[in-house]
């Protein structure tokens, strides 16, 4: 049964109860009310200028010499485009499946619907920073500068690919751009990134890790013994909850103690005596104030934060996986396929991300219609050229496949 809503606690701290758009979560608000004023009055600011943010968010992140700078209209474009490379990135790979049947034998799972999230949290990255992320992974190291001729390429597994046509989709990596890598069990990065954090802490030079993961890995002993040890040595970490509301074929509500009692997955935080917010993922200003403040708050050796970013994925889990021969495909999203909610995927069609954002900014003068389209025409070309590069690239030799391998 869900858990009676104290709205007027909420409403005093700026943010709304959970379930509401407005939602923030409530962690150490009483011990760090006054401290986090400044920085919450800050971010309000920040809000103010970005003009698409609402006015809740991120009222419990806090960094002591809070500073973040609204992204101006340029890299507002910016914003916008990667967004777009991502969405057409994903939907190339998904058509492969019906262009190039039998190119992709490896699994596959998309990040369309996450984009926001995404290059909102990204925005914030410089050199030296790292970042480490799923199997739902490609999305992150377009924005980090990675090749996107050579990201195909690894997930047609041939020779051009970012690894050498050795790790596939899964798997990317591009240590050189600060994408440490990812990982097809579900939790594994999120021990990892503390790792690079502590390698970042002994640097002392102001750099932060980016460490995305699912819902469904808060639910892993990793997680909990990953945060406890953030927060108490301080590590510089950002951890990014993309919470799409399913573990694959499970609903948050139907595994997620919190998600049950009708808590956002933010809370957790509170066990580790760190700030949790949570904040709509679908907006990427909204992430970038949130995030940005989490960084500012790790760059000063504040300790991590943990964003719960509420997306919706746009697509399956994953392909099929079948046996060589038969065509692999994407199948429809299990809200429709095993809940029978069409409505609930309709909905989430009718906000995604992209072309939200893409209204927000022709409405708000930034970016006109004509320039948008230009834009969607330059990404088409560049994931064209991708996929005709990866589908003539050649497999590596099998003698390889053991290369890299140490244990
Ligand atoms: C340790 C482990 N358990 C189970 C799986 C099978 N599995 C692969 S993806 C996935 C879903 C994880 O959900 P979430 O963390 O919310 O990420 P999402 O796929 O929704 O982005 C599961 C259970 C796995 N790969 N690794
Ligand atoms: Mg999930």
């Given at each position: 049964?869900?858990?009676?809503?104290?709205?007027?606690?909420?409403?005093?701290?700026?943010?709304?109860?959970?379930?509401?758009?407005?939602?923030?979560?409530?962690?150490?608000?009483?011990?760090?009310?006054?401290?986090?004023?400044?920085?919450?009055?800050s971010i309000?600011k920040a809000?103010?200028r970005m003009?698409?943010?609402?006015?809740?968010?991120?009222?419990?992140?806090?960094?002591?010499?809070m500073s973040l700078q609204a992204p101006n209209?340029?890299r507002?474009?910016?914003?916008?485009?990667?967004?777009?490379?991502?969405?057409?990135?994903?939907?190339?790979?998904?058509?492969?499946?019906?262009?190039?049947?039998?190119?992709?034998?490896?699994?596959?799972?998309?990040?369309?619907?996450?984009?926001?999230?995404?290059?909102?949290?990204?925005c914030h990255?410089?050199?030296?920073?790292?970042?480490?992320?799923?199997?739902?992974?490609?999305?992150?190291?377009?924005?980090?500068?990675?090749?996107?001729?050579?990201?195909?390429?690894?997930?047609?597994?041939?020779?051009?690919?970012?690894?050498?046509?050795?790790?596939?989709?899964?798997?990317?990596?591009?240590?050189?751009?600060?994408?440490?890598?990812?990982?097809?069990?579900?939790?594994?990065?999120?021990?990892?990134?503390?790792?690079?954090?502590?390698?970042?802490?002994?640097?002392?030079?102001?750099?932060?890790?980016?460490?995305?993961?699912?819902?469904?890995?808060?639910?892993?002993?990793?997680?909990?013994?990953?945060?406890?040890?953030?927060?108490?040595?301080?590590?510089?970490?950002?951890?990014?909850?993309?919470?799409?509301?399913?573990?694959?074929?499970?609903?948050?509500?139907?595994?997620?103690?919190?998600?049950?009692?009708?808590?956002?997955?933010?809370?957790?935080?509170?066990?580790?005596?760190?700030?949790?917010?949570?904040?709509?993922?679908?907006?990427?200003?909204?992430?970038y104030a949130?995030?940005g403040a989490?960084v500012e708050?790790?760059?000063?050796?504040?300790?991590?934060?943990?964003?719960?970013?509420?997306?919706?994925?746009?697509?399956?889990?994953?392909?099929?996986?079948?046996?060589?021969?038969?065509?692999?495909?994407?199948?429809?999203?299990?809200?429709?396929?095993?809940?029978?909610?069409?409505?609930?995927?309709?909905?989430?069609?009718?906000?995604?991300?992209?072309?939200?954002?893409?209204?927000?900014?022709?409405?708000?003068?930034?970016?006109?219609?004509?320039?948008?389209?230009?834009?969607?025409?330059?990404?088409?070309?560049?994931?064209?050229?991708?996929?005709?590069?990866?589908?003539?690239?050649?497999?590596?030799?099998?003698?390889?496949?053991?290369?890299?391998?140490?244990?």
């Amino acid at each position: 049964m869900a858990r009676p809503v104290d709205s007027d606690r909420y409403r005093r701290n700026g943010a709304g109860p959970p379930g509401t758009p407005e939602a923030t979560t409530d962690l150490n608000v009483r011990r760090r009310a006054t401290r986090s004023a400044d920085t919450a009055a800050s971010i309000r600011k920040a809000v103010i200028r970005m003009r698409t943010l609402t006015v809740s968010v991120a009222t419990q992140c806090q960094g002591d010499q809070m500073s973040l700078q609204a992204p101006n209209e340029e890299r507002q474009i910016w914003i916008y485009t990667q967004m777009l490379r991502i969405r057409e990135f994903e939907e190339r790979v998904k058509r492969t499946f019906t262009e190039h049947p039998g190119v992709i034998r490896g699994h596959t799972h998309l990040g369309d619907g996450t984009e926001a999230s995404i290059v909102g949290s990204l925005c914030h990255f410089r050199a030296g920073d790292a970042a480490l992320a799923t199997y739902r992974c490609h999305g992150y190291p377009l924005v980090l500068g990675s090749d996107p001729k050579a990201m195909m390429a690894e997930i047609y597994g041939r020779v051009d690919g970012l690894c050498k046509g050795l790790g596939g989709s899964m798997h990317l990596t591009d240590v050189k751009r600060g994408f440490l890598g990812t990982s097809g069990i579900v939790g594994a990065g999120i021990p990892h990134a503390a790792g690079a954090a502590w390698a970042a802490q002994i640097r002392k030079k102001a750099e932060v890790v980016y460490c995305f993961f699912g819902d469904g890995a808060s639910k892993q002993g990793a997680f909990h013994e990953t945060l406890n040890i953030a927060s108490l040595w301080k590590l510089p970490v950002i951890f990014v909850m993309e919470n799409n509301g399913y573990n694959a074929m499970t609903t948050s509500e139907q595994e997620d103690a919190n998600a049950a009692n009708g808590e956002p997955l933010a809370v957790k935080a509170r066990a580790y005596s760190m700030p949790g917010v949570t904040v709509d993922g679908a907006d990427p200003l909204v992430v970038y104030a949130a995030v940005g403040a989490a960084v500012e708050r790790a760059r000063v050796g504040a300790g991590p934060t943990l964003v719960e970013s509420k997306v919706y994925r746009l697509s399956a889990h994953g392909n099929i996986i079948a046996p060589p021969g038969v065509p692999l495909h994407y199948p429809e999203h299990e809200a429709i396929t095993v809940f029978g909610k069409r409505e609930e995927y309709e909905a989430a069609l009718r906000g995604d991300p992209v072309p939200r954002f893409r209204a927000t900014l022709i409405k708000a003068g930034v970016l006109s219609a004509a320039r948008a389209n230009e834009l969607g025409e330059q990404v088409t070309k560049e994931m064209d050229t991708a996929v005709n590069f990866a589908v003539k690239s050649p497999f590596p030799k099998p003698e390889s496949a053991l290369d890299n391998v140490y244990a």
